[in-house]
Each structure stands twice: as structure tokens, then as C-alpha cells.
């Protein structure tokens, strides 16, 4: 649908590959950014312009936020733990929005890839759910303030098994009673990227700083 | 027993006042003791049992000093309330935000919360207590004028679910109020923001900004109280109707 739409992909992990090879698939022109972290924080302004400079300017911008490595419980944490939880995604997510902004092109969209416990919590993951929702409300400003000059959010809502670590037993991290409606939780290359594809789309335009939730029918509120 | 950061004055004070003529002791946690010190004496005058410790959250000692204290006083804590917050300052593009902004805006919401529940949790586990958290619509709907305060308030809401997803098992209950009310902070934003009055106006349904103590006081009592019981993780907007979006 959007052939040779340029696409920074900011991210890594076995999401953000997923959706690497998906959108590739689909007919984008990817620039993969992976964020580096140092001691003052998360840098990716330098792999951001570095990728710009690989595809020119970003039609879609994908944000994949760092997830945690392991689920703790908020009282056991340290205060770096939390820091890598909660405080430091958030600032990436905000440092993406950031450092694209002077070269986005017109009507490009901004989405985030987070998972669905952004909007019910996670015990285990306290702070990053608490991130994603801070995420989440960045997609909402962001359509807000840059909505007048053509530019577009969304933010796709996959199941916690996508995002968070295999061990961590995510699937039961959204309380429900039954599985996905659709029997499975999806993946990130056959189910995820074709709707990045969809919102890269000029069709989708009129849509924005709004929540997709794809995760196979388990969070259904409101 | 219950201790209100962000206590001295505004919605921390009203909510603080509201829990004390109801009987709870309070501690009003506050970073100028100046103002806290005299806002205690006029509650304690008013036969109420208040007093203020210096709390300066963006400090986990000062936090961890305020929980102890409580407890010294009075041998609990039964609940506590993250209400203290610095101040939003004016509207702000995303491009143009501040560091020293964004780091004020993170150590006094997330940070803050994040130290007081580390601090509180064993004394909240003793008395099968509560927290409480404070929200805003801005954080459900985001904000064209103050975006980093949007993802703090949205954090915060979602911390609390997740704070009581793993609170449960200690009878320990965590909820949020997201209020519209008039405050001196409020007067400040209207200052710097000379529609926003009139734009809180014509979408409350109920044609009036809160009250810090007589709108947002009772709801701090009702969620502290042993009413609440079976309400956790939990947002009540206490706006006149102004946020329809839950």
C-alpha cells in the first residue's frame, strides 16, 4: 500500500526486528536506529540523523520504546532499575519526537509500538507500563501541537508477549477472562507491520494521536 | 494517620484539611516549611491534630524521613498522598522544552511516587492502608500547552494500576483523583494562559471550578476511607464533569 514510504525505525529487540523485516517486506525504505545508552542517558539524535542520511525524510517514524530486562517488583527495585523501567524510555520516547522533528516531511506520522499494560498496569513492570501510558499521552500532545502542520501519532498496542521478556510470563499480565479472541497474540512481521503500513497510508490521515489496540481481541475497553 | 505531600497548600492543603475534620491526624509534607508551619497552627487552632515536616520530594531521604515520621507520631500510616508537584510553568512546544523542565516535571511525579512507595509499603502493609496519586485529564487526553506535564500525569495513573495489581495481596489500595480546582498553581496558569479559564469553564457541565477542600477534600476522605474498601487502581475525576472520557 505505501511502496518505498521512507521509514525510521528507532528500536531493537525481537520487536522492532520483526517490524524491521515486516515493513521491508511491505515495500519500505528502513533505517533501523538502535538507541544507545550511556551514563547521562539514552542517546538517538546522532543514529536518527544518521538514518535520515540513509533514507532522507521520514514519511512514517517508528518508535519501538527499550523494555526492561527482567519483571521487579517496585519495592525490590533499585533506583537505576527504575530509572531503566520507567524514567528512561520515556525520555527516549521524547528525545525521538525531538530530534525528527526539523526533518520530518510533510504529513509524516509518528507511531509507537507499546504494550496493551500501558493502559491496565503490570505488576512486575510497574514502572514501564507507567511509561507507555507517559508514551502514550506523547502521541496525544504531539497530534495535538504538530497537528496544524499536517503531521500525524498513533500508537499500536500489541499483546505484552511482543514487547516483554519471554521469562517475565507476560501473557498473564492483562487480566482477562479468556484468551484472545482470535487464539493467538500475533507477531510483530505478519500482523504488526501491515498495520504501520496501513497508518503510513495517506488513506489513514484524518486518524491521529489515537490508540490502535492489535492484540488479537484481548483488551476490548472501552 | 495520613501525610499529604505538597501539603501547605492549594489541593494538598485541602485535602489534608478535609481528612483532619474528618479525625485523621495529618502530616502536611511540604518543601517550605515556612508556609506549612502556620497553615499546621491554623488547623491545629481549629482543634484539628496536624502538624508539618520539610519534605523536599525530589529527595528520597527527605521522603523516607516524612514516612518515619508520620509513623513516629502516631505509630502508623494508613495513608499516604502523593500530591506535590513543581510548577508546570507556561505553554511549552515539544521542540523547545527544557531540560531542568523535564527533570522537574519526572523527580517531583514518578520519582517522588516511586521513593514514597518504597517508603510507605510497610507501614500501608501493617494498617491494610491506601495511596493515593495524583492525576489529570491532560494525562488521558494529552495537552497542547503543557506536554511533559500530560506524560507525567499519564504515568502516574497507570502507576497506580500497577502498583495495586501488586499491592493486593498486602490489602494495600492505590487510586488517583484527577481534579479541576482553583489553587494559587491554577491562578498561575491562568496567568500564563489567560483562556484557560474560560475554556475549564465552557466544557464543565457543572459551569464552576472545584474547590480544593469542599470538591476535591471529600473524595481524597472517601478513597482513604474504609468505604473505598473494594476501589483500587482507580481514577475518580473530580472536574465538574469536565473530562468525559473514561
Known amino acids: 500500500m505505501a511502496d518505498g514510504t521512507r521509514t525510521l525505525l528507532v528500536g531493537d529487540g525481537p520487536l522492532a526486528d520483526g517490524l524491521h523485516d515486516g515493513l521491508l517486506d511491505r515495500g519500505h525504505l528502513v533505517a533501523q536506529v538502535v538507541p544507545v545508552r550511556t551514563d547521562d542517558g539514552t542517546d538517538v539524535g546522532t543514529g536518527i540523523g544518521t538514518g535520515i542520511g540513509l533514507i532522507g525524510r521520514p514519511e512514517l517514524v517508528v518508535h519501538v520504546p527499550t523494555v526492561p530486562a527482567r519483571a521487579v517488583a517496585l519495592i525490590d527495585q533499585s533506583t537505576q532499575q527504575w530509572v531503566e523501567a520507567c524514567e528512561a524510555p520515556m525520555a527516549e520516547a521524547f528525545a525521538v519526537v525531538r530530534a525528527c522533528r526539523a526533518y520530518l516531511s510533510d504529513r509524516a506520522r509518528l507511531v509507537w509500538v507499546v504494550p496493551t499494560v500501558a493502559m491496565g498496569g503490570a505488576a512486575g513492570f510497574v514502572g514501564f507500563a507507567a511509561a507507555a501510558e507517559g508514551i502514550r499521552a506523547l502521541a496525544k500532545s504531539t497530534a495535538r501541537q504538530w497537528g496544524p502542520d499536517g503531521l500525524t501519532t498513533a500508537v499500536l498496542a500489541v499483546a505484552p508477549e511482543l514487547v516483554l521478556p519471554a521469562e517475565s510470563g507476560a501473557g498473564a499480565l492483562v487480566p482477562t477472562l479468556a484468551g484472545p479472541a482470535l487464539g493467538r497474540s500475533g507477531d510483530a512481521f505478519g500482523d504488526i507491520a501491515p498495520l504501520l503500513d496501513l497508518l503510513a497510508d495517506p488513506s489513514a490521515r484524518f486518524m491521529t494521536g489515537t490508540t490502535l489496540v492489535a492484540d488479537g481481541g484481548v483488551w476490548m475497553a472501552p | ?246
Open chain 2, 1 to 246: 494517620m495520613v501525610l499529604v505531600t505538597g501539603g501547605a497548600s492549594g489541593l494538598g492543603l485541602g485535602m489534608a484539611t478535609a481528612m483532619a475534620a474528618h479525625g485523621a491526624a495529618v502530616v502536611l509534607a511540604c518543601r517550605r516549611p515556612e508556609i506549612g508551619e502556620p497553615a499546621a497552627a491554623v488547623l491545629r487552632e481549629a482543634g484539628h491534630d496536624v502538624r508539618c515536616v520539610r519534605c523536599d520530594v525530589t529527595s528520597a531521604d527527605d521522603i523516607g524521613a516524612s514516612v518515619e515520621a508520620t509513623v513516629a507520631a502516631h505509630g502508623r500510616l494508613d495513608c499516604m498522598v502523593h500530591n506535590a508537584i513543581a510548577p508546570t510553568g507556561g505553554p511549552t512546544r515539544i521542540q523547545d522544552v527544557s531540560q531542568d523542565h523535564w527533570d522537574a516535571m519526572v523527580a517531583t511525579t514518578i520519582r517522588a511516587t516511586f521513593d514514597g512507595a518504597r517508603a510507605a509499603h510497610p507501614h500501608l502493609r501493617d494498617s491494610g492502608g491506601s495511596m493515593i496519586l495524583m492525576t489529570s485529564a491532560a494525562g488521558m487526553e494529552g495537552s497542547t500547552q503543557l506536554p511533559v506535564y500530560a506524560m507525567v500525569k499519564a504515568a502516574q495513573r497507570t502507576l497506580a494500576k500497577g502498583l495495586a495489581a501488586e499491592w493486593g495481596a498486602d490489602s494495600i489500595r492505590v487510586n488517583c483523583i484527577a481534579p479541576v480546582a482553583d489553587t494559587a498553581a491554577m491562578q498561575r496558569a491562568y496567568m500564563e494562559n489567560p483562556d484557560l479559564r474560560e475554556r475549564l469553564l465552557e466544557r464543565t457541565p457543572l459551569g464552576r471550578i472545584g474547590n480544593p477542600l469542599d470538591d476535591v477534600g471529600p473524595v481524597a476522605v472517601f478513597l482513604a476511607s474504609d468505604m473505598a474498601r473494594f476501589i483500587t487502581g482507580q481514577t475518580l475525576c473530580v472536574d465538574g464533569g469536565g473530562f468525559l472520557g473514561l
